[in-house]
């Protein structure tokens, strides 16, 4: 456990909605934990057998209240183990450890208007947002899209607690949609845009978004990655003389830290850059997944992310 | 004179209408009419619809522009008569413009920073608006012991036109007010000037 790391108990499981649960999360020592920022995620510990896993996960509960943590978990329908972990294992009582909280996803506070579109689970991070857009007086609009009223995590709650006139929600399977051109083409100046849930709304709405002229500057996602599956190969290390496995449903970081090896990360899902790792040495192909590195830095062979690219070939020898 | 290089120093990469923006507003002084002449062919009548021009000749080498201008055909095309009319009207159309809408600024640089304060304080932000400089390399630099401002300064140092001191013209530049920062050149030695180069012609 780093200094950063906090050694908390399960206060509270609450199921949600249809394979949606809620965690609250307390220290075990009785202290505060830090107050944070909205759009905030935390890296969950789960000792899982022989095996840790680590998920990202957004906090949405009060950023002002230092009690306790609360996220929300889905269960994935093709879950690496974090989420039916979670769900299946995690009861309350339990102890866990997690990260501090990093903000890869905080709003422009400099935003005269800010509208979040939430696809399913990706709601989460719009929970402590608007918790802190609220109590700022900050204007703001939430349009909320779930696949099925079974499946909507919060529906009713937010709009009981923001309005209907500033939370809209959408059942697809009820034929409701969320009108992206009709929200793009009546925003103000300074407004910005910030969307979270399954990659295809993402990129539909960016899309949506600069065919509406919106300045590229103010449109946001939240865009985490799983690491893909693929062939297992074996990494050498350089500075630690280590030759390390990669399993077929690992990633390189999660192989390096079963090894013992304490690689930096944040996010684990392609979008920080803290994983950032030299190649010394490759005879084969790196295939990058991560959203983070240029095109120009990918092609050139020298920099790889750990946390979900990955490597097929005869050798590949990493600067750690 | 050694003048090192400043992060703050703006830095105008040029203007290209963007095909995607619903409206456009072409905000130019002087020989910055060029900016939007300059690329006639990419201006569909579509795009030429959705278009305004603001346009001020100043004193600068502007004659035949607005004519120019005129033949483009946009949508609306409107010649002030000073830098502050210009700026005047740009803050009452920006306060009914939405976020399908890029403005664009060329001229030289003083005019660019002050039409970008009046963009800025309308919530856009500084790098969603393109902008191109043209002509003159005067600057409007603001003396850090006065506070006072002096347009169209063109050699350094310079003789501050508020409180009359000697000041060194640095690329220290403030966003927040459009302008260089003028810090005293002889204050160690009162009255030792060197000589005024023109840097910025």
Request: net charge negative.
């Amino acid at each position: 456990m780093s200094q950063t790391d906090f050694s908390v108990r399960v206060a509270s499981v609450t199921p949600v909605a249809e394979t949606i649960k809620r965690f609250r999360f307390e220290r075990v020592d009785g202290e505060a934990l830090p107050i944070f920022s909205g759009g905030a995620h935390i890296v969950v510990s789960m000792k899982d057998g022989s095996v840790t896993r680590r998920n990202a996960y957004s906090l949405m509960s009060d950023p002002a209240d230092p009690s306790g943590y609360e996220i929300s978990v889905a269960k994935a329908e093709e879950s690496r183990g974090g989420s039916v972990f979670m769900h299946e294992k995690v009861k309350v009582g339990d102890v866990l450890t997690i990260s501090a909280p990093v903000n890869l996803f905080s709003p422009d506070w400099r935003g005269r208007k800010h509208i979040l579109i939430a696809g399913g689970i990706g709601i989460t991070p719009f929970m402590s947002m608007m918790a802190q857009f609220d109590k700022a007086g900050v204007a703001f609009e939430l349009h909320y899209a779930v696949r099925e009223r079974a499946r909507g995590a919060y529906l009713e709650d937010l709009v009981a607690r923001y309005g209907s006139a500033r939370v809209k929600t959408y059942v697809s399977e009820e034929g409701t949609r969320i009108p992206l051109e009709d929200i793009l083409t009546r925003q103000p100046l300074g407004t910005h845009l910030y969307v979270c849930g399954p990659d295809r709304l993402i990129a539909g709405v960016l899309d949506a978004g600069r065919d509406a002229g919106w300045p590229d500057y103010n449109l946001h996602a939240e865009h985490f990655l799983t690491p893909p599956p693929g062939k297992p190969f074996s990494v050498e290390l350089t500075r630690s003389g280590k030759t390390v496995a990669v399993g077929e449903h690992e990633s390189i970081l999660e192989a390096l830290e079963a090894a013992g090896v304490d690689a930096p990360y944040l996010c684990r899902g392609g979008a920080c850059g803290q994983c950032e790792t030299g190649v010394a040495a490759c005879e084969g192909i790196l295939l990058h997944n991560d959203l983070f590195l240029s095109d120009d830095e990918k092609a050139s062979g020298k920099k790889i992310m750990i946390c979900v690219s990955r490597f097929e070939g005869q050798r590949v020898a990493l600067e750690l | 004179m050694l003048v090192e290089p400043i992060k703050s120093r703006p830095v105008y990469k040029g203007i290209t209408v963007d095909p995607r923006a619903r409206r456009h507003i072409f905000v130019l002084e002087g020989e910055g009419a060029n900016a939007l002449l300059e690329q006639k062919d990419k201006l569909t009548p579509a795009i030429l619809a959705e278009t305004d021009i603001l346009y001020v000749a100043r004193g600068s080498v502007g004659r035949g522009y607005e004519e120019a201008l005129a033949a483009l055909d946009a949508g609306s095309d409107w010649t002030a008569p000073t830098v502050e009319t210009l700026l005047f009207r740009l803050k009452v159309v920006l306060g009914s413009a939405d976020m399908g809408t890029r403005l664009y600024i060329a001229g030289t640089e003083g005019f660019i920073g002050q039409a970008m304060q009046i963009a800025l304080d309308a919530g856009m932000d500084y790098s969603a608006i393109p902008t191109e400089h043209r002509g003159s390399l005067a600057r409007r630099v603001q003396c850090v012991h006065c506070k006072g401002i002096t347009e169209n300064v063109t050699t350094s140092p310079f003789t501050c036109t508020h409180c009359g001191l000697s000041l060194f013209v640095r690329d220290h530049y403030s966003r927040r007010i459009g302008a260089f920062q003028g810090v005293i050149i002889d204050a160690e030695e009162p009255g030792n000037v060197p000589e005024p180069e023109e840097l910025y012609l």
